[in-house]
RNA sequence: GGCGCUAUCGUCUAGGGGUUAGGACGGAAGAUUCUCAAUCUUCAAACCCGGGUUCGAUUCCCGGUAGCGCUACCA
């Protein structure tokens, strides 16, 4: 392993990404998606989009919008799009070319009806003897009797007789014929199988890389097969490690919940260049100790050798609450990293369509002014919500007047400073610096602490204690607001 | 069961025959501040086990164990 991947002689690789739309698009995919797109992009490759969907009885058109869904918010894009489903006569061509060189093999063995011996527990059919050796007239006879037939590769299988490739993350695979299974190429309803069907459009797709999941390494030894069969040179293969669950366990929906799709970490409010850098550093790894990388970055630094080869765990909380407590939490820092490396005029704009969801009336000038406050605030976008509700609102939630009580202080003091406030506040200009200003004086000539002037103020007008700081808070918000909000507040202590 | 892949802090990882085994997240403590957040400092935290090779293995080799994958007319 481990040497570079030169582009083909042909010129520059051409890579893929070909789900099967059985469900949604779930984040082991992502990364799947990104780590191709990064590889097509760092060598001014072709980035391919193929849906696998040659099992007709799984594939739902939910699944096809899961993934365009998810791929769309990614933003990534992709040069070519394909479905198999359009090109059975390429497969079924690739498949009589296969059978005519007698490497492929008419089973007419009736198809598996349950899933019984699904796991091998006991007996492993590497072939069905009968059907290997049925001579080319009676396999002829039989099926133009139109007895049904599933075709399979006829695996080499004399003693010796090994089938190796090189992959670029996990180095030189062998393996013995005896041991690889004589797989099914077509169904015996004519259809051909994920691995004649991939193979088949891998080759005549012309690509050159095939980045994917760790879980094809052994039937790559397959693809190997068919590829050679039917005249083609293999593609390079670089397989990636698996996305696992806390607990080991590959991702589930059933098992894991919603935390496993794509859409979630959107609909949670997830910067998209985010989730692509935290995708990014699950199995590989940049070599330097970077960690917040941007898409340009990620593009020129992006190389196979940087993949290794264990299984990476998405750290998230099984059951989960609240978001903050079900996402990986370096999935969430990232994002609150990426957030706060945004302009502030980017940011308004992305937090902008989730505040208008629920406070329509909200103006793009206001978002921009309410944005610096709280852009070191929040970790998702959706946190704009609780972090900075007090600025949408007309009236102020109801809250504990004891929360209006200062440190070592007691209502009266809490009082004092609201009518202080109150009295003060009026002939102020509501800018940052004056704001600073009268309120520590009023703070003196009452004989409290800053903090102890600061505090029932800030629960009057922010409804909490925990916000953002107070100056620039009533700048925002305005003399009137502020006004109404300590008068209320005030009233409160009564 | 067969075949294959993998194994460094809780998690993501760097490293590599001799290192105080590095970084990040998370955790703990502290600094700063009008609260919170951000920021800064410090701390705790790892080489799966057993053999070999070697002057010396966490690193190389073998075995074990564990996890994962494939073993479908799913992909």
Redesign the pocket.
């Known amino acids: ?1 481990s040497k570079p991947i030169e582009p083909t002689a042909t010129g520059a690789p051409r890579v893929r990404f ?3 739309p ?1 469900g949604f698009l779930h984040v082991g995919s992502a990364r799947t998606f990104i780590f191709n797109w990064l590889y097509a992009r760092r060598n001014n490759g072709t980035m391919i989009l193929r849906l ?7 594939n739902t058109d939910a699944s096809v919008n899961s993934i365009f869904e998810g791929l769309k918010w990614l933003g990534l894009g992709w040069d070519e799009e394909y479905k ?1 489903s359009d090109r059975g006569v390429l497969h079924r061509q690739m498949a009589q070319t296969i059978f005519e060189k007698g490497l492929a093999y008419r ?6 009806t349950g ?1 019984s ?10 072939f069905n003897p009968g059907m290997r050796e049925l001579s080319r007239e009676e396999s002829d006879r039989r099926a133009a009797a139109g007895e ?3 075709l ?1 590769f006829r695996v080499p299988r004399d003693s010796g007789q090994v089938v190796r490739f090189t992959d670029a ?8 014929g005896a ?6 190429l ?4 004519g ?8 193979c088949a459009d891998d080759a005549d797709l012309r690509i050159s890389h095939i980045i994917r ?7 790559t030894f ?1 693809h190997v097969l068919i590829f050679e069969a039917a005249g083609y040179t293999p593609p390079k293969f670089a ?1 990636l ?2 996305l ?1 669950a ?5 991702l589930s929906k059933r098992r894991h919940g919603p935390v496993v799709s794509v859409t979630t970490y959107r609909d949670a409010g997830f910067l998209a260049e985010a989730f692509i850098n935290f995708l990014c ?12 990388m941007s898409q340009q970055e990620l593009v020129e630094i992006f190389s196979l050798e ?10 998230f909380k099984e059951p989960a609450a609240t978001p903050d407590e079900t996402f ?7 994002d ?2 990426h957030i ?1 490396g945004l302009a502030i005029e980017d940011l308004s704009q992305r937090l902008l369509p989730i505040v208008h969801e629920k406070y329509p009336r909200v103006s793009p000038e206001k978002m921009l002014q309410i944005t610096p406050l709280i852009r ?4 998702l976008l959706n946190d704009v919500l609780t972090a900075a509700d007090f600025f949408f609102v007309d009236q102020l939630p109801p809250y504990d007047p004891a929360e209006l009580i200062p ?1 070592k202080g007691d209502a009266a003091m809490a009082k004092l400073v609201l009518e202080k406030a109150s009295a003060v506040l009026p002939s102020i200009e509501f800018k ?1 610096d004056p704001l ?1 200003h009268a309120l520590r004086a009023a703070a003196q000539e009452l004989g409290v ?3 102890q ?3 029932p ?2 629960v009057a007008v ?1 409804g ?10 009533l700048e925002v918000l305005g003399k009137e607001k502020t006004l109404r909000r300590i008068e209320h507040a005030a009233q409160k202590l009564d």
């Open positions: 392993m070909a789900p099967s059985t696998d969907d040659t099992d007709v009885e799984r198999q089973d007419f063995t009736p198809a598996h899933d011996e699904k796991s091998g527990a006991q007996g492993t059919w590497l049904p037939f599933a399979r993350v996990y180095g030189e695979q062998v393996k013995a041991d690889i299974e004589d797989f099914a077509l169904r015996s309803d259809n051909p199988t994920y691995h004649l069907a991939s999941g760790q879980d094809h390494l052994s039937n397959k397989h490690p698996l696992v806390p607990d080991g366990t590959k550093l699950l199995g590989w790894s940049p070599k330097d100790d970077r960690t917040k940087g993949i290794n080869r264990a299984n990476a765990v998405v750290n990986d939490p370096k999935a969430i820092w990232l609150a990293e706060r070191e605030r929040i970790k440190q940052h600073d602490k800053a903090g002037m600061f505090q103020i800030r922010c909490r204690k925990n916000a953002p700081g107070l100056f620039e808070t």
